[in-house]
């Protein structure tokens, strides 16, 4: 059964993380994301279709809402036309405006905050670090296993490589290779029928045991990829995709790549790779090359995964770009050793020896870009290949040594992404996401390879949607334009006959965000210079406001002239807010 049948209708279509699609630069058209964590970038996939809601009903008003510069929202949202028509007013002379940072030719790395893209990244960090107060973790088992089963039928028992010491998991993640025979035809047509008895074999195995769903199945020729979950856990997996890339005839062949699937369990992103690498002892380089092309040709790509692509293409998610990678398979990486002197180590346990010349180890201390960023767990079994198929020990001639060398050619690595605990936490916590608790290999025969298991206990994203747009609207709220004055009523000057009455007025941009503001609704008798004003956060600008001599009274050189001299005029900010002042010739 296909993954998309077996998941079913509870599986949540909904995405995962808000952040992402909270801010945009709207250039030419084009939506940009706001991931989360700058180390995470676009692991994140879609905007909750309940976060305005959330939003509103945490207490976030419809006006702030349509502040948030994102189309994807609120509809009739201004987008950036406000910020970028702020940065392209006229600046004043350093004599009016009171900061150290001349607002004149300022770029917008000076003021972080002066840009869409600026506000975007600080809201992002914001959010980040108060991820704790919406964010827990829960613990999920993961069983990653890899055999080579040399086209074997599947008729052995499966227990004592699914179920080591009776230990159950949350998630199986299986990869098989040669589950046809890679010849003449063979190796180049799927045969499903092979890749579906083993399917259907493993999933007896797993049914003796509990209850679980299988949510991928995909054989390109030899190499198939499975993952089961625990039934209650099917309806917390979504986004998944499989992909597969064939690296084998002419570099394309299914003979030999990966087939790959990438998944969502909660707000954690999985990404599974199933691989069968070049053989022979001297085809290093093409294994390496075969890892390159697996990375080059595999993107995921699924309906609603857009950004700022061109001509509208689907993002494509790359295989690193995930919190969590497994990468399993027959590597096919073998030990520089003739055969006798492998067979007589491994018979001593003296593993150190073989490690030195594990091509596996010793490609990647020569090159730090080959399965960068991935771990593996040590090793502390026997060589998996080349086994006897009915029996102990390896493959050996009449003279009783082995015709290959004995090699790790089946191996398992892991990769997390390093923002998983968020930005606040240790390396050493960090490590903590998952943790390997077992790396063996079974004693299962059958195949010329012995099968390899690993076990890990990996933490999970769960997030209160609730609290997390609590912390957005906090964080938003910070960002609304604030003016503050020095003072909201302004007392004449002693009256001097012919000599207007000059007065300053300061007024300081107190919030996060540049803001423009006007000088309005003067009455005849008092004028302001400026009548408007540029303010990137911090900075303040003197108004001097005038009144002119005649409306005051001679014969008692004062402003009192019949009445009590006493005049308003608005400050408005271009986000709506209003500052009344008052001018008058009395004390408050």
């Not at 039934?231 to 995709?241: E, N």
Request: net charge negative; hydrophobic share 35%; aromatic share 8%.
């Amino acid at each position: 059964m296909l993954a998309s049948e077996e998941i079913g209708p509870g599986v949540s279509s909904n995405s995962v993380v808000a952040s992402e699609l909270l801010l945009e630069e709207d250039l030419n058209g084009i939506s940009e994301w706001a991931p989360l964590s700058s180390s995470s970038s676009k692991m994140r996939y879609g905007i909750s279709g309940s976060l305005s809601d959330s939003l509103r009903d945490s207490g976030v008003s419809t006006e702030l809402l349509e502040q948030m510069p994102h189309k994807g929202l609120q509809n009739g949202i201004p987008g950036t036309e406000r910020a970028d028509r702020q940065r392209k007013q006229p600046s004043l002379g350093d004599s009016e405006v009171m900061s150290p940072l001349s607002m004149e030719g300022l770029p917008d790395s000076g003021e972080p905050l002066a840009s869409p893209r600026g506000r975007r990244d600080w809201v992002s960090r914001q959010v980040e670090e108060r991820e704790s107060e919406f964010t827990q973790y829960q613990d999920l088992t993961v069983f990653a296993g890899t055999w080579n089963v040399c086209a074997a039928e599947p008729t052995m028992d499966l227990k004592d490589w699914l179920f080591v010491n009776g230990r159950k998991s949350d998630v199986y993640v299986i990869g098989l290779q040669e589950v046809q025979p890679l010849k003449s035809v063979s190796a180049l047509i799927t045969n499903p029928s092979c890749g579906k008895r083993w399917s259907e074999h493993i999933a007896s195995a797993l049914a003796r045991e509990g209850d679980y769903v299988r949510v991928c199945e995909k054989q390109m020729v030899g190499i198939v990829l499975l993952v089961f979950v625990r039934a209650p856990l099917k309806h917390d997996v979504r986004d998944l995709v499989v992909m597969e890339a064939g690296t084998g005839f002419m570099s394309a062949g299914g003979n030999k790549g990966a087939v790959c699937v990438r998944f969502q369990i909660r707000e954690t992103s999985f990404c599974c790779v199933a691989c069968h690498l070049a053989a022979q002892q001297d085809s290093v380089a093409r294994r390496n090359k075969d890892y390159r092309e697996i990375l080059r040709k595999i993107f995921f790509v699924k309906d609603g995964w857009e950004e700022d692509l061109p001509r509208g293409v689907a993002n494509p998610k790359s295989i690193r770009e995930h919190d969590i990678v497994l990468w399993l398979g027959d590597l096919n990486y073998r030990i520089d050793m003739d055969s006798a002197s492998v067979l007589k180590a491994i018979n001593q346990n003296e593993f150190g020896k073989l490690f030195a010349q594990d091509q596996f180890v010793t490609e990647r201390a020569g090159d730090h870009t080959l399965f960068e960023g991935f771990r593996e767990a040590p090793i502390v079994f026997a060589p998996t290949y080349k086994t006897r198929k009915a029996g102990d020990g390896y493959e050996v001639g009449k003279d009783g040594i082995p015709k290959r060398p004995p090699s790790w050619t089946d191996r398992i690595l892991w990769r997390t992404a390093p923002h998983l605990l968020g930005s606040n936490t240790s390396a050493e916590q960090k490590n903590l996401v998952m943790q390997c608790l077992d790396y063996e290999k079974s004693l299962i025969w059958g195949s010329d390879h012995r099968p390899v298991f690993a076990q890990f206990l990996v933490k999970v994203k769960e997030v209160d949607e609730a609290e997390r747009a609590r912390v957005y609207r906090e964080v938003y709220e910070s960002l609304v334009p604030e003016v503050k004055l020095d003072s909201d009523w302004l007392r004449l000057p002693r009256y001097r006959r012919g000599r207007a009455a000059e007065m300053n007025l300061v007024v300081k941009n107190a919030g996060m965000v540049p803001l423009r503001l006007e000088v309005q609704n003067l009455p005849p008798s008092v004028a302001s210079f400026p009548m408007a004003a540029t303010l990137h956060s911090g900075e303040q600008v003197i108004l001097r406001i005038t009144v002119d001599s005649s409306f005051g009274d001679e014969r008692k050189a004062s402003w009192d002239g019949a009445a009590a001299f006493r005049e308003t005029f608005d400050i408005t900010v271009e986000d709506g807010q209003t500052r009344k002042v008052t001018v008058a010739s009395s004390r408050r």
